[in-house]
């Protein structure tokens, strides 16, 4: 079997002390949190407690992402007036109740937000001139100032890891579809990686799986890498895929890992071990479980977004699509188009 493994000491090797103390400083925080917590479950009048130490957490983890300078999380980078907008959002994606379909629909709510703080919030702009459907007293058209991001889109590779990343990286291709003046279509990067789920976050491996992986080395060298995940937990699926590739002659011109939430430890591994890789994240957890799981979290995002596999084999990334339904499959078809390509030539 030709597969890459990573252990998660090496990713530990890279954290500066003063990571270290930050993270346990996050830790001792949370667990306030999780006292409050524990009383709220028994019926007992502890919101209160919750809120504040939420506050402490909050504060601590925007001054460790300010001094950081490439984790960029959206609430802590943009006006007060969005938050809400976010705020609701992972609300709902934490809900138990939230469904399949509507956790989909707030998966692409999120997407949406994180492309217009990664890609779109420039001042160059160009004008898009709009066929409308009105004909009287003639064809009208409308013109629309939209930010410019040609350069961006025509040197970006969607970079898949694991199942869950499937449907955001096809919602981050179709926004540069829309965005560029030639409906552009980002090529695609498919890799087969999985953490080994018998250990614990502190010894657990990451292995990468080259036979099931579909990718061009050449193809990918000099690009602009997007990897799209809704979680970051523990950073190492993406290290020991772009670890791989540098070591393989890729040198990427820029990389930039998207995510809905990311722990802070798996963020601050990422920018320790990989010098040009940037954080975007419309919210920051910030820790995680022995079983390496985010705290507070969403629960298994793989699951909730794809549904979970009845076989005794999980799907591949076109049996996937195929359970998407013919919905998304038509919402994203040049993205489908150019997935089965790469995975069928």
Not at 37 to 52: F, P, R, T, V, Y
Not at 66 to 80: A, K, L, S
Not at 176 to 183: A, L, V
Not at 203 to 232: Q, T, W
Request: aromatic share 8%.
């Amino acid at each position: 079997m030709n597969k890459i493994v990573l252990h998660a000491t090496a990713l530990d090797g890279f954290l500066t002390e003063q990571d270290k103390i930050n993270l346990d400083n996050v830790y001792s925080l949370y667990d306030k949190s999780l006292e409050a917590c524990s009383k709220i479950e028994k019926g007992e009048n502890a919101e209160a407690d919750l809120i504040q130490s939420a506050k402490e957490i909050g504060d601590a983890l925007e001054k460790i992402s300010n001094e950081n300078g490439r984790i960029h999380v959206y609430c802590f980078e943009t006006p007060d007036e969005q938050h809400g907008e976010a705020s609701r959002i992972i609300a709902k994606l934490r809900d138990p109740e939230t469904g399949h379909e509507e956790f989909l629909y707030y998966i692409q709510r999120a997407y949406e937000l994180m492309f217009a703080h990664a890609f779109a919030d420039i001042k160059k702009k160009r004008s898009l001139v709009q066929i409308t459907p009105v004909t009287n007293p003639c064809r009208n058209y409308a013109v629309h100032r939209i930010p410019d991001i040609d350069d961006k889109a025509h040197s970006s590779v969607m970079c898949v890891m694991l199942r869950g990343a499937l449907l955001p990286s096809m919602i981050i291709s179709k926004e540069f579809e829309d965005y560029s003046s030639d409906k552009f279509i980002t090529p695609f990067a498919l890799f087969k990686i999985k953490r080994d789920e018998s250990r614990k976050e502190s010894n657990m491996d990451y292995i990468l799986d080259l036979d099931r992986s579909f990718f061009k080395l050449e193809e990918l060298d000099g690009k602009d890498l997007i990897f799209a995940d809704p979680m970051n937990a523990t950073g190492g699926s993406l290290v020991t895929i772009v670890k791989y590739l540098k070591e393989n002659g890729v040198k990427p011109r820029s990389i930039k890992f998207i995510n809905v939430i990311s722990a802070l430890k798996g963020a601050v591994r990422i920018t320790r071990a990989l010098p040009e890789a940037e954080i975007y994240t419309l919210w920051m957890d910030p820790v995680l479980n022995e079983a390496a799981y985010i705290l507070p979290g969403l629960g298994d995002a793989g699951d909730r977004l794809n549904g979970e596999d009845k076989g005794p084999e999980p799907r591949n990334m076109i049996q996937l699509i195929a359970d998407y339904g013919s919905s998304i499959v038509n919402l994203y078809r040049d993205q489908v188009i150019e997935i089965e390509k790469t995975v069928l030539g």
